[in-house]
């Protein structure tokens, strides 16, 4: 008795052949159809970790560089990267529009007190302009009267 087993189309089939004596060709005895669900779920696993595997190594260190933004003072903020990165530290207005950009290698502390009132977005970019991190602040100037009375 002898087994062959093929894999067509996501469908199982095992053969068994039988053979009168060892000189004859085996006949086809016996055919069975089988669906195989942990054959199709292991294939889909293989395939899965094969294309993470090509995605990661694709994307490579330069997203998952460590870059914060701190809040170190009433209007400053200390960008750090990873030494020697070179990141894009960009400030944009409410429209979007870009008021300062400029690449940093490591740290810079930003101060910020001569901007208008507004609201503002400080984002750290990659080389390939991905947003790394981002942080949203709004700049707010109140005026307060005391009225004080003088003898």
Do not use: W
């Amino acid at each position: 008795m002898k087994f062959n087993a093929d894999l067509i189309c996501g469908v199982f089939q095992t053969h068994t052949f039988e053979s009168a004596n060892g000189t004859n060709p085996p006949k086809q005895y016996q055919t069975k159809t089988l669906m195989k669900k942990h054959i199709k779920n292991a294939m889909a696993v293989a395939f899965f970790a094969a294309s993470m595997s090509v995605v990661s190594a694709a994307n490579g260190a330069e997203v998952t560089l460590p870059v914060s933004i701190d809040q170190v003072g009433k209007f400053k903020f200390l960008v750090s990267a990873e030494p020697k990165s070179n990141v894009y530290v960009i400030i944009r207005d409410a429209d979007n529009n870009i008021i300062h950009q400029e690449v940093i290698s490591s740290k810079k502390l930003f101060n910020l007190a001569s901007l208008v009132d507004g609201k503002y977005r400080l984002e750290v970019q990659n080389a390939r302009k991905q947003v790394l991190t981002s942080k949203t602040f709004n700049i707010l100037t109140e005026v307060k009267r005391d009225m004080v009375a003088v003898q």
